[in-house]
């Protein structure tokens, strides 16, 4: 409670602030100075993708990457946290961060993952994981609990030198999804792979940058909404059953 209590004062004080600087109807050249200004503001290597007005306080929202932050009109103050609507509890933030990470899940390479269905599998994800990550392997546990699903895996290596090595011992098993849930779930090892046998691995890594994804594992639902990192099985299931 302090937390959010300390966020929401920031977040009022700034806004008195831009309310008083922001001028009445900012235009594409503004925008494109104050992006200019919020690098500088930000250090050498921070690249701005975005800046647009917003409709709350007079804040102008500056995308980095995968996030959000906010400034004034004159980029005198920055401002790191979410936007709550006092009233609803909204998590605007929160919102644009799904909606400018968002992809088309038609668009996904499926034939480039490793499919496991359990039931029905009438839910379907995709998930991006590398064979020596812990949270990767946390989530299997989680998956293992779980039925009426279909889960596409893609082979993200980005952890370690040997990542690539495992991914390709398992993708070029008789049965690759038993070989991931093998290593994963009980550090069983693949066979080696044999010397002709091609793998996706460097289609998934440039899928990977694409879609910026920067940790594994990554999971995508069928709307086109990610979440970054391990859920648990209760996390899973009430996103699965949002998802239209």
Sequence with gaps: MKTLLSAAL???????????????NADAS?????KKLVEQRLGEGVKVESIRKTPYG?????????????????????????ILDAKTQQDYTRARIDEINKIKF???????AIKMVKGNGKRVIAVFE?????????????????DNITVYTFLYNILSEDS?????????SPDKAKAWD?????????PAAPASCNTPNEKVLELGRKYKITGTPTIFFTDGTRIPGAIDRNGLESKLGSVK
């Design 106 to 112: 038609a668009d996904l390479p499926l034939d480039s």
């Design 182 to 190: 093998e290593w994963m779930l009980r550090a069983k090892a693949a």
């Design 10 to 24: 920031a977040a009022l004080f700034l806004s008195g602030a831009a309310q008083a600087t922001t001028p009445a």
């Design 58 to 82: 007079g804040l102008y929202e500056v995308r980095v990457g995968n996030d959000i932050v906010y400034t004034d009109a004159k980029a005198d103050y920055i401002f790191v946290g979410r």
């Design 164 to 172: 690539a090595e495992k991914s390709k011992n398992i993708w070029c």
């Design 30 to 34: 503004q925008e494109a100075a104050l």
């Design 130 to 146: 590398d064979p020596n990550c812990g949270y990767c392997k946390r989530f299997r546990q989680t998956l293992a609990e779980m």
